[in-house]
């Protein structure tokens, strides 16, 4: 829905308006060093959670939408009746939502998702609320947690999300949290990491204890085969997102949007009709032949598909980054 970004904005801006951003700024490029080395896993102010919503919210509320709409695009039977969100933050996850359970009319749809959301920062908790003070009728949707959220045991709701979450977890947490998913009721579960090495790597990590455990992938990989992505490489996709004249500043930025870069996997325990592939890199076009970089048959390919003369070319030509190749 087109106004549930300005929305979120809106709500952003609300909570600045007696804030200096000049010091946010400071903050946040602190806040941008600890996260590009792995050392911040909580907030020590109010300042760094605010810096934190201004900056990274709108971009990390489009990963989780992206991987919602796969979801829904992949396995359109799965129906999501609730949602359980580990580790929520400010409600991105929330926020996600909203983009796709709101009408036209800006009002919630009947089916919105009846939403548990787990968060050990008070604070934070305090500036979700806040965040959603004018969303119609959400309060009777949404529940809200103080836990940390390995001490969450009840995980039977059809989704389970955990966003930027596994980096802050050991493995062995990691794996706890698998394997009390595998017995619940929950039907799809969703880890989305940051789109570096370091991100891919925890993913990765995650993808092949999912497929130990028996279980389906419903995005991004075409298979449970092996993944090839090499040594030196990793697997990773990206959102644009338009940026609010605080993220442009807090973010020295010139352009009126960026593009967040993440890597996630989407598991489930149902059935999944696997496609053939899923694009990987940006679609390279020449007059005669499109150029794909594919995950396919457990091996990366590259594959050029002839612009002339084929019935599919209209499907082709919209494909980019991030699709699955299913033509």
């Known amino acids: ?61 489009k990963a989780i939408e992206y991987s919602l709409n796969e979801i829904k695009n992949i396995t359109p039977k799965i129906s999501i009746k609730s949602v359980l969100d580990l580790g929520s933050g400010s409600g991105a996850t929330l926020w996600a939502l909203l983009s796709i359970f709101t009408s036209e009319n800006g009002k919630l749809k009947t089916d919105f998702p009846r939403t548990f959301l787990v968060e050990k920062d008070e604070k934070m908790i305090f500036y979700a609320k806040e965040l959603l003070k004018n969303v119609k009728g959400i309060s009777k949707k949404v529940t809200f947690g103080k836990n940390d959220i390995l001490r969450v045991k009840n995980y039977d709701f059809d989704l389970l999300m955990l966003s930027y979450v596994a980096n802050e977890l050991k493995n062995f947490q990691i794996d706890k949290i698998i394997k009390r998913w595998v017995f619940s009721k929950s039907k799809v579960i969703v880890f989305i990491e940051p789109g570096t090495k370091y991100g891919f790597k925890n993913i990765k990590y995650i993808r092949d204890f999912l497929i130990k455990k028996g279980c389906n992938l419903i995005a991004p990989c075409p298979n449970t085969l092996k993944c090839p992505m090499p040594k030196n490489d990793w697997c990773h996709f990206y959102v644009r997102v338009k940026r609010s004249k605080i993220h442009k500043y807090l973010k020295g930025g010139t352009l009126g949007y960026e593009d967040e870069k993440f890597s996630y996997v989407i598991a489930t325990k149902e059935k999944v009709k696997y496609p053939k592939a899923r694009i990987l890199r940006f679609v390279k076009k020449t007059k005669q032949d499109i150029s794909f970089t594919l995950c396919k048959d457990g091996k990366v390919l590259n594959e050029k598909v002839s612009r002339k003369g084929k019935k599919r070319d209209k499907i082709i030509e919209k494909l980019n980054w991030g699709d699955v190749f299913d033509v």
């Open 1 to 61: 829905m087109n106004e549930t970004p300005k929305q979120l904005f809106d709500s952003i801006n609300a909570l600045f308006e007696n804030v200096s951003l000049k010091e946010l700024k400071t903050i946040n490029l602190e806040l941008s060093k600890k996260y590009k080395k792995q050392k911040h896993n909580f907030f020590s102010s109010d300042k760094e959670r605010l810096s934190y919503i201004a900056s990274r919210m709108p971009a990390t509320t």
